[in-house]
């Protein structure tokens, strides 16, 4: 092996610690157990750590994600040789092959089917939802703890008590690192998509901080729902629905913002900059997803996020189709946001007063109070309608709540064209 710049260095094991970490503690979790998530991240950490310190003199192995495996499993032996009444599970380790080889393989079975049952036992319904999401990052997507916190706008103490708290309820509960019987896998599986779901959108839109979009949590997100699309166990519709929608809404990440990292609504996006894979990949998901019988809200919007990747601009899109599915999402899943929606599409199809009606029928709803894309649609909808007075007012009111520097310029930006008018 030759000597690597340690800038080399830092990039490969900056790019193991994304891809393999998660893989790697969920497989020694495994084994010894979930009262012992936190000796399996502390090994796997030792042996990230070790190659930092040696690669750059000793050459990087053939195989990085198998030696760093392998550094790991012998860190948690050395760990348990300190705790003699562990001894049973040292016993377990030294008895069985080493998976360390299947490490470099995407599509290993063992390793595979390690990081799902770790997903069901981050997702477990009996924990929180805010530490579900936290521990899934934490654990099988490799995210520190500064890493979360930064994602969702909060400190890293308050976070590392969740983790805390999260892992100290496992222990208590019993929670095991399984994937669930056959007959239980529908029931678990919501809890895990829920959390997908969620971490995705909180990398597709962010409402704080300085950047609109954290593309590292909608490539997690992903690279989670391709592991559970991807097994036996789990290759159900749901599943390929949701992964369908990302895949779709994330070909547009490249369009959503300008050179200056500006917000471009929809209709400005250069269409030319979508992801054309992603959305054959979303489109391919798309028809796996419609076997069976069953209909879930991921269904609809990645249906409605098709029929914007297909279209060639804003006027061609199906806008009647596009209301239609959100009524049936409303069905669905009602909520206030999805009324939101549904009137932009409706404002699209019957005009900007149409819309403003829809909207006012939503607008004191406790759960949009601090939302600010709810004034900011208003405004937009009075510009159309020609009362850039009225307009002004709403963007105002959206300037007024909880927005990410892009969207706070944007709403600026509206608010000369109001005074322009």
């Not at 896998?185 to 704080?208: C, K, P, T």
């Not at 991807?230 to 290759?235: A, C, L």
């Amino acid at each position: 092996m030759e000597p690597a710049a340690p800038s080399e260095v830092d990039a490969l094991v900056e790019h193991l610690f994304r891809h393999s970490a998660g893989r790697m503690v969920s497989s020694l979790a495994r084994r010894l157990g979930p009262a012992r998530l936190d000796l399996a991240e502390e090994a796997v950490q030792d042996a990230l750590v070790r190659a930092l310190h040696t690669w750059p003199y000793g050459g990087v192995p053939v195989e990085p994600g198998a030696w760093l495996f392998q550094v790991a499993r012998h860190r948690a032996l050395d760990l348990l040789r300190r705790e003699a009444s562990l001894r049973g599970k040292i016993e377990l380790l030294e008895g069985e092959p080493s998976p360390a080889l299947g490490l470099d393989a995407a599509e290993d079975d063992a390793v595979g089917d390690d990081e799902l049952a770790m997903m069901f036992m981050c997702c477990h319904p009996l924990l929180p939802r805010p530490a579900r999401i936290a521990l899934t990052l934490k654990t099988v997507g490799g995210f520190s703890v500064a890493e979360i916190a930064a994602a969702f706008l909060a400190e890293p103490a308050a976070i590392a008590q969740r983790l805390v708290r999260a892992k100290r309820q496992i222990r208590e509960e019993d929670i095991p690192i399984e994937i669930p019987r056959h007959d239980e896998i529908d029931a678990r599986l919501e809890s895990v998509l829920d959390v997908l779901y969620l971490f995705f959108n909180e990398g597709y839109s962010v409402h704080g901080g300085e950047n609109l979009v954290r593309a590292e949590l909608c490539g997690e997100a992903i690279r989670l729902a391709g592991i559970l699309a991807g097994n036996r166990r789990t290759d159900l519709p749901p599943v390929h629905a949701l992964l369908a929608l990302m895949l779709l809404q994330a070909s547009r990440l490249p369009a959503r913002v300008d050179e200056a990292g500006d917000l471009l609504l929809l209709s400005e996006q250069d269409r030319a900059r979508w992801d054309r894979g992603l959305i054959a990949k979303g489109l391919r998901h798309l028809d796996l997803a419609a076997s069976g019988s069953t209909m879930t809200a991921y269904h609809v919007e990645a249906a409605i996020a098709a029929c914007h990747a297909v279209a060639r601009d804003e006027t061609s899109t199906d806008w009647t189709y596009v209301l239609r599915l959100y009524g049936e999402l409303l069905a669905l899943k009602p909520s206030p946001v999805v009324e939101l929606n549904r009137a932009i599409a409706l404002a699209m199809v019957e005009g900007p007063t149409a819309g403003i009606r829809a909207i006012e029928g939503i607008q004191t709803h406790p759960a949009l109070a601090r939302y600010s894309l709810l004034p900011a649609a208003l405004g937009a909808l009075w510009l159309r309608a020609g009362d850039a007075t009225r307009a002004a007012g709403y963007y105002r009111e959206a300037l007024a709540r909880p927005s990410s520097a892009p969207e706070r310029r944007f709403l600026e930006k509206q608010l000369e064209r109001c005074a322009a008018r």
